[in-house]
């Protein structure tokens, strides 16, 4: 799924004219009843740049945790965290009346895969976790990079970074969640099947 994603969004660049104004975050139309663009907008990018920084920062993410991710878990946290990273900028950022990237979702996957790494006892998890607030806060604080606004050709939307980390760690308790009541059900079937061989 990660290969059919990384294809998907070079598509998507090279029909970028005739498909992002039916997609990107528009708050205008979101008002209107537009609810996709929440998710479809993370598709999209600004020009070029944006597209190939995305693109390294996905790669590299999934080579660190990749394997963490089966199809189905990947298409949700894809879903669901492009969603909720959506609905947070609509709710919460209301100085940003257009918006595309994949940036704020890849703070979420890299943030999730990083709560799995410190779950297996890896300090890199800790390490990795603490530069991403870092990051997060200091882009709070200080605003983007001068030279990154350049080279994308829009500013940067700080805030999708901030709601992205925070939603890898609700992406990461839901995993947990879900794991724990297949366990609760195993583990009641598992009795339920003892006592009724005994």
């Known amino acids: ?50 597209l190939l920084m995305n693109l390294g920062g996905f790669v590299l993410i999934m080579l660190l945790h990749g394997a963490y991710y089966s199809n189905r878990r990947f298409v949700l946290n894809l879903f669901l965290g492009n969603l909720l990273i959506g609905l947070a900028l609509l709710c919460w950022s209301p100085d940003i009346s257009f918006y595309v990237g994949l940036s704020g979702w890849l703070h979420a996957l890299l943030v999730c895969g990083c709560c799995i790494d410190i779950e297996r006892h890896w300090s890199s998890g800790w390490l990795i976790l603490l530069a991403v607030f870092g990051k997060v806060l200091w882009e709070q604080w200080q605003g983007a990079s001068n030279e990154v606004v350049t080279l994308i050709g829009a500013d940067v939307a700080t805030d999708a970074h901030l709601f992205g980390a925070i939603v890898g760690l609700l992406l990461y308790v839901s995993m947990l969640f879900r794991r724990t009541v297949a366990l609760t059900s195993a583990t009641m079937a598992s009795a339920t099947n003892k006592h009724s061989a005994e």
């Open 1 to 50: 799924m990660a290969v059919l994603l990384f294809l998907t969004l070079i598509l998507l660049h090279l029909l970028q004219d005739q498909l992002q104004p039916l997609f990107e975050f528009n708050r205008t139309a979101i008002y209107e009843g537009q609810w996709w663009r929440l998710v479809t907008a993370h598709l999209f990018h600004t020009n070029n740049w944006h």
